[in-house]
């Protein structure tokens, strides 16, 4: 991601204009939480207000500028309602920033310090009045050279960033969701709503004329691209190549003309049709390494938590827990063929393979492309619906284990060992107790407190096991 572009509104009570000298320290003081914020955030500071009339056309300029959250800091007291009013009206996210200058308290302190100290009390008083009014509060507190406070800034930032993309999402729907899998069933609507990713219909007829139609020299590239990068299996044919590169290019290009962020594709429905000659399999793989997102069988809550997680982590997989393994307090997990290839192991080839799924009828047999992912420390999302209909995010650290590419397996796949401190079983329990559905998006790092808070931005709930 790009640094988020912040709007950082500093108060001050305007009976201490008074104090000539007051106003011109307090904005130096903002002056360095601008610097201090300046490693993640694009931050404005528009001046200190003092009074409403400030504080509106602030946050009004800060609109006009499309920010992606405002910070509002108490630089000295301020009462609530000079800021109360545009914080309730403002569509953009808001954060509270309960920080100071004065580190620490001796008994040489003045009452000057005290004075350019004492922003406590008007966040005490801004955070009372957000919540009589039923505005959500987001509230930081620490000092402003704190790493763990800066690092919570940071978070929020991220998250502020990823509810605009949110909010722009547009997801590929090819075929329709998979019958009887209902833990990922959707109201597109309620996506849109409570998300705001778009589900848009990719009929199969258009992509299968798309991917004839592809240029031939775009064709031999890709497919020389492969031979270079991946090992080719020697039994696949130039027909069967062709065939899921043409597929490849023509759900690239349809993906690009409808700014989409991501797709999902049910391989049932592709042998219905019968109007494509084979699976995206190899599609999905490279086009999550470009980083869209993908759901397997037609589940675009999984596309949309992919895409999500690829924006926050630069890389995300689409994957499933497949197998337990109680012995090492870990999970296989992988699917029928999709997986971000650029998250492989280093060390070992990535595989080109020709699919065995052979469940349904196809012209030429899909290809894929078959690893192991690096060992890392990971965050695992499963993007469902709960009760009464609000989406949830199900999220949990761990780690992808050390483990090697199982050719038998012949698919991407890897062990996951959760971050749990009761193993295994008291993992999987309060994932199912969660509602967590059986298809997740996974990226390296940990991005738990950030996906909780972009939970809190999106008012959908949040549920860490």
Same mark, same amino acid.
């Given at each position: ?55 509106? #056309? ?18 000295? *007291? ?74 919570? %800034? ?21 075929? *329709? ?56 299996? /020697?039994?696949? +044919? ?17 993906? #690009? ?34 980083? *869209? ?12 938590? %992919? ?11 689409? %994957? ?10 870990? =999970? ?46 990971? %965050?695992?999302? /499963? ?10 995010? =199900? ?41 967590? /559905?059986?298809? #997740? ?8 407190? +950030? ?13 860490? =096991?």
């Amino acid at each position: 991601m790009q640094q988020a572009k912040v709007g950082l509104l500093g108060l001050m009570l305007e009976l201490y204009d008074a104090l000539p000298d007051l106003k011109p320290r307090m904005a130096a003081f903002a002056e360095e939480l601008v610097q201090s914020l300046s490693p993640v955030a694009k931050v404005d500071f528009p001046g200190v207000c003092s009074t409403r009339d400030q504080v509106d #056309q602030a946050v009004a300029a800060f609109e006009a500028d499309d920010k992606d959250l405002i910070i509002v800091v108490l630089l000295t *007291y301020a009462p609530s309602h000079i800021a109360l009013p545009a914080l309730l009206r403002t569509r953009l996210p808001v954060v509270i920033f309960n920080t100071q200058q004065l580190q620490s308290i001796t008994p040489n302190v003045t009452s000057e310090e005290t004075l350019r100290n004492h922003g406590m009390h008007g966040v005490q008083d801004l955070c009372n009045v957000l919540l009589r009014a039923g505005r959500p509060i987001h509230l930081v507190t620490g000092h402003y050279q704190d790493e763990r406070a800066l690092a919570e %800034t940071a978070s929020w930032c991220r998250a502020a960033q990823a509810v605009r993309a949110a909010r722009r999402m547009r997801i590929g729907l090819l075929g *329709y969701p998979m019958e009887g899998m209902g833990d990922f069933g959707i109201d597109q609507t309620a996506l849109l709503a409570q998300m705001g990713a778009e589900v848009h219909h990719l009929a199969m007829k258009e992509i299968a004329a798309l991917a004839r139609t592809a240029p031939a020299e775009a064709i031999t590239k890709q497919m020389a691209d492969d031979r270079l990068g991946f090992a080719v299996d /020697s039994s696949i +044919t130039e027909r069967e190549h062709e065939a899921s590169s043409r597929l490849e290019w023509a759900l690239r290009m349809a993906i #690009q003309e409808k700014g989409l962020h991501g797709f999902a594709a049910h391989f049932v429905a592709v042998g219905e049709e019968g109007w494509m000659e084979t699976l995206p399999f190899l599609a999905a793989a490279k086009l999550l390494g470009e980083g *869209y997102g993908f759901g397997g069988e037609g589940d675009v809550t999984s596309a949309s938590a %992919t895409a999500l997680m690829a924006g926050l982590a630069g890389a995300a997989n689409f %994957t499933e827990m497949f197998t337990m393994d109680p012995a090492h307090d870990a =999970v296989l997990m992988m699917h029928m063929g999709e997986g971000n290839w650029k998250m492989a192991r280093k060390d070992a080839p990535v595989h080109m393979l020709r699919s065995t799924l052979g469940l349904i009828d196809l012209k030429v047999a899909p290809l894929l492309l078959a690893f192991s992912l690096e060992p890392g420390e990971v %965050t695992l999302l /499963s993007l469902t619906t709960g009760s009464e209909g609000k989406l949830r995010f =199900v999220v949990a650290e761990g780690e992808v284990m050390d483990f090697p590419y199982v050719s038998d397996l012949g698919r991407p796949h890897f062990m996951f060992r959760p971050g749990s401190p009761d193993g295994l079983p008291g993992f999987l329990t309060r994932f199912s107790l969660a509602g967590g /559905s059986h298809h #997740q998006a996974l990226a390296y790092g940990h991005w738990g407190s +950030t996906l909780e808070k972009l939970a809190a931005l999106l008012g959908v709930d949040y549920v860490r =096991v």
